[in-house]
């Protein structure tokens, strides 16, 4: 038996309540058959006149039938007198007395008055739960079952690892669940159990989906996806009706892979404290229950993905669910080059293309950003109207990810075209007179959609794992690069530097409160991350009195970086006014164009 969801309680009990209505109020109102009223009289007038047809004694009163003046049937009552004598008249008469005249409805039309409204009352209530089901499910590949929850199965993926690049350790441990569901009878007969759920847990884009999808295709099972923000979307008193669907069906078709996103818009941790949102729950419980009920030998594994693991509920992580956790990170320069290749199979390419200089320059980029500027990069070779994907097509792609789309149309008058030039040289020089500083690439002063007037790319020779102290402090410095020349050459401030006020800030901040890099606050962590891969900024916590104090340091930390900044620039302006008026004049500029005058005006 299931357990009902709440909704479903409610609308039966209206629907109770509306058939008792009907069965006690409306139906013996409408079934009564006029009775007219008449004195005793009237009866002994009738029955002398023959006209009584029937009689019926019900103690407090007489009801009859008598023919009317054209011979019609009529029903009538009438008031007691003298039974005794009634009797003996009826008889001489023959005249029926005593029968029903006023039927009881019998007990099978008693019984349809209560079955024929529920049962209509049932249809309503799954034609309206179908049609707000079909309003926010949209249309699946299939959805097939008794109930209303639909369920995508795709019989096979036709993923397999190798459509997965990098990501060897998840692989790795993914490779025995493979195993499992090729033969699970080989660790069922040894009395091996293997865990029921594996969570795939890093940042968005990252390919846990493509991995979960790899695992069903490399082990030729089934593939069951569902979302977790599908659960809690649904008609209220659905999700858990879904869950226990979903692995009904799961079970069917075993082995297979059940796989659930976003796992954490269901599984969150349940504080207790406020009513809470009752439906994810409910669904939550019930997805626990299932997955302590089903058979672990059967073969169905489920993996779920979330990049928010901090806020699982911890009966999620208990031994025998989610109990073997699978970190799918960034990829490293390695894994982003083989991103890169894996994707640029899929189009034509020109042959020597430079993976590892795009890899350098996607540092911090995701699978799926990867993935996706390959995509731009094929867009732009068909744009220009080539047949294969250049070099270039993929440099610029890789811009557009970063920063947006080029914004030709947009007009900047000369003045401020003046400034924007200074500013990113600023930035620039600054970047190539410091050790440590990754070299400059490209200096471009075309607007782009993302807001950026101009913009300076560094590119690092090889890939960084630590920051030094000095690495950050000199980013500052070259952040800071850009005000500074404005600074220098038309002494005045502009909005232009707000995104690395910002930058500026945050670095110095994190060095302050995170890094431990001062030695006021020595190795006391002061902030902590709201979540490990969304982001989202940092939970400052500390008394008023540090937080004072840390804004202080803070303080100190950016004036020191743009006074160096300045310094720097001063003793470069030749180079800074001529590397300006070059990329005034050509509005991008390479770095070895950049360094070749830069070096020219050394001294
Ligand atoms: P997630 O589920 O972690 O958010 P997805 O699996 O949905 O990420 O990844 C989105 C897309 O990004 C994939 O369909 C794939 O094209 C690409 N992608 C991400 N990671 C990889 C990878 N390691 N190898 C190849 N492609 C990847
Ligand atoms: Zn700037």
Redesign the pocket.
């Known amino acids: 038996m299931r357990k009902p969801s709440r909704s479903v309680i409610i609308y039966y009990t209206v629907v109770i309540l509306a058939l008792v209505v009907l069965n006690f109020f409306v139906f013996p109102y409408l079934m009564r058959k006029p009775v007219i009223e008449v004195q005793y009289s009237e009866f002994l007038d009738a029955l002398d006149q023959g006209k009584v047809t029937e009689v019926q004694d019900q103690g407090k009163q007489i009801v009859f039938k008598a023919k009317g003046e054209k011979g019609e049937e009529a029903i009538y009552k009438c008031g007691i007198w003298d039974n005794q004598a009634l009797a003996a008249t009826l008889r001489e008469k023959n005249i029926p007395f005593g029968s029903e005249i006023i039927k009881e409805p019998g007990f099978l039309l008693q019984m349809l008055g209560w079955v024929l409204p529920l049962l209509v009352f049932i249809i309503i209530g799954r034609l309206i739960s179908r049609s707000m089901l079909k309003q926010m499910g949209g249309s699946g590949p299939m959805s097939f079952g008794k109930s209303n929850a639909k369920i995508y199965v795709k019989a096979e993926t036709g993923k397999t690892f190798k459509?997965?690049?990098?990501?060897e350790e998840a692989k790795e441990a993914l490779k025995e669940i493979v195993s499992f569901l090729h033969n699970p009878m080989r660790y069922a007969r040894i009395g091996a159990k293997l865990p029921k759920g594996a969570l795939?847990v890093?940042?968005?884009?990252?390919?846990?989906?493509?991995?979960?999808?790899a695992v069903a295709g490399e082990a030729h099972v089934p593939f069951f996806s569902i979302s977790g923000s599908e659960f809690v979307e649904m008609f209220v008193g659905m999700g858990a009706a879904k869950v226990r669907d979903l692995f009904k069906q799961a079970n069917e078709k075993a082995p297979c892979i059940v796989f659930i996103?976003e796992i954490d818009t269901v599984g969150k941790r349940r504080d207790g404290n406020f009513g809470g949102n009752d439906e994810r729950e409910q669904t939550l419980n019930q997805l626990l229950s299932e997955m302590d009920g089903f058979d672990g030998k059967k073969g169905v594994v489920i993996l779920a993905?979330t990049?928010r693991p901090e806020s699982l509920d911890p009966a999620l992580l208990r031994p025998g669910r989610f109990d073997r956790r699978i970190p799918?990170e960034l990829?490293d320069l390695q894994?982003r080059i083989?991103?890169l290749k894996?994707?640029a199979k899929n189009v034509k390419m020109e042959e020597n293309i430079d993976f590892q200089h795009i890899g350098l320059a996607t540092a911090g980029a995701?699978?799926?950003?990867?993935?996706?500027m390959i995509n731009e990069a094929a867009l732009r070779a068909v744009r220009e109207g080539r047949d294969k994907v250049s070099q270039r097509d993929i440099e610029e792609s890789v811009e557009v990810v970063i920063a947006g789309y080029q914004r030709k149309s947009m007009v900047i008058n000369p003045e401020e075209k003046k400034i924007i030039s200074y500013h990113e040289v600023g930035h620039a020089l600054v970047a190539a007179s410091q050790t440590h500083s990754a070299p400059v690439a490209k200096i471009t002063i075309i607007p782009r959609t993302s807001g950026a007037l101009g913009y300076t790319l560094q590119i690092d020779k090889e890939e960084k794992f630590l920051m030094s102290e000095k690495d950050l402090f000199n980013k500052m410095v070259t952040l800071c690069g850009g005000r500074a020349a404005e600074e220098l050459i038309f002494n005045s401030r502009t909005t232009g530097a707000s995104n690395d006020i910002e930058k500026i800030t945050q670095i110095a901040r994190a060095m302050v409160t995170k890094f431990g890099m001062t030695d006021e606050f020595d190795m006391t962590a002061l902030s902590t991350e709201k979540s490990k891969y969304l982001g989202g900024g940092d939970i400052f916590d500390a008394s008023e009195g540090t937080a004072k104090k840390v804004d202080d340091a803070v303080f100190a930390l950016v004036k020191k970086a743009h006074g160096k900044a300045i310094e720097i620039l001063k003793e470069n302006m030749e180079a800074l006014h001529a590397i300006a008026a070059h990329l005034l004049e050509k509005e991008t500029i390479t770095g070895d164009e950049f360094m070749e005058i830069f070096e020219a005006h050394q001294n």
Do not use: M
């Open positions: 459509d997965v690049a990098g990501q795939l890093g940042p968005p884009g990252t390919g846990k989906t493509l991995l979960a999808q996103d993905a990049n799918v990829p894994g083989d991103v894996v994707h995701s699978g799926a950003d990867l993935a996706n």
